[in-house]
């Protein structure tokens, strides 16, 4: 699970039945039809339009939720030239996170309440220089293991800084979720605050977007709505790329939106990634597809739709619906 977000899971369809080309097609009117280019000028102004997102390096995404279906904008980009979202005002308005943090304050504080106690935390204060003397010799050999340990560590901090993550259409740890193309691109062009108006190609994009171009592909559409009743199906009506499709956006939007709770319910070796390692076994098909079925039945689908039901539970909870 190192990437953000998984390898995509391309299935085959099949081309619709098309007439042979050897024999013209009949009109009802007229006799032979003749050639309609309308299909083909659809596909060439369709690529046309990705032109845009291809340069700005921003997709639009279309997600289905409990409570509606959005559309947003999602990116990918170092870690290290993003900044966060802000978290501090989403999570002030959380009761129980703002408990939380107030316990983890007051376990951090230190109050001394024996005046003896008090004397001899001053007396160790006061011996500190002859014991730091005293340890020197020892600790001599062992500064060279922590600088070499702390060049490790600043090797695997870079990598971390150039691994690509995702970023949304979002503030202040709020998903801004649009219902409509002509409403997204309106935001778009406002010059609202933002988390991607960060990016360098942020103001390329607010100056040429149209809400025709808002049309996400098929791999950049999620359906989180059918998931859990998926799940309650059972094993046989488990459908793999609904669900492998739901995995990849719930990591995505739990790593850009905070949620540290999603993340460990699908964190590498939890029950809920075992079931997406398993689910995209069987679409590999081979021997790891029979390998990954077999694990399938051993995957509660009790369990996983109660664990899935509480993802897309906090993922609403992060949403602003924008009409």
């Keep these: 699970m190192g990437n953000p977000k998984h390898t995509e ?5 099949q081309s619709p039945q098309r007439p042979d080309a050897d024999e013209p097609e009949l009109d009802d009117t007229t006799g032979v039809a003749e050639p309609d280019d309308t299909e083909d000028a659809g596909r060439a102004s369709t690529s046309a339009d990705r032109s845009l997102w291809d340069e700005v390096r921003i997709d639009p995404v279309e997600i289905a939720l409990p409570a509606g279906t959005g559309f947003t904008l999602r990116a990918y980009r170092p870690a290290g030239e993003l900044t966060p979202t802000d978290v501090t005002e989403r999570d002030q308005d959380d009761p129980f996170l703002a408990r939380r943090q107030v ?10 309440l024996d005046e003896e106690l008090a004397e001899e935390f001053a007396e160790s204060d006061e011996d500190e220089p002859s014991r730091r003397r005293r340890d020197a010799d020892a600790t001599g050999d062992s500064e060279t293991d922590e600088t070499d340990e702390d060049d490790e560590d600043e090797d695997a901090a870079d990598e971390a ?9 979002s503030h202040r740890g709020k998903l801004l979720l649009f219902k409509t193309p002509e409403s997204l691109v309106s935001f778009i062009r406002s ?4 988390d991607l108006s960060q990016l360098d190609s942020w103001n390329e994009l607010s100056e ?3 809400p025709a171009d808002i049309a996400p592909l098929d791999e950049d559409t999620y359906e989180l709505d059918l998931v859990v009743e998926n799940l309650r199906g059972g094993h046989d009506a488990w459908d793999s790329t609904l669900l492998i499709e739901a995995g990849e956006i719930a990591r995505d939007l739990s790593y850009a939106l905070r949620l540290p709770a999603v993340l460990d319910m699908l964190s590498a070796g939890s029950s809920l990634d075992n079931l997406d390692e398993a689910l995209r076994a069987t679409v590999s098909g081979g021997i790891g597809g029979f390998m990954g079925r077999r694990r399938l039945k051993k995957i509660g689908a009790q369990t996983a739709s109660l664990g899935w039901r509480t993802i897309v539970g906090k993922i609403s909870a992060v949403v602003d619906w924008r009409d």
């Design 161 to 169: 800084d150039d691994e690509e993550v995702p970023v949304f259409l």
């Design 191 to 194: 010059g609202a605050p933002n």
């Design 9 to 13: 899971v391309s299935v085959a369809r």
């Design 208 to 210: 040429r977007v149209e």
């Design 103 to 112: 316990i983890e304050e007051d376990d951090e504080t230190v109050v001394i």
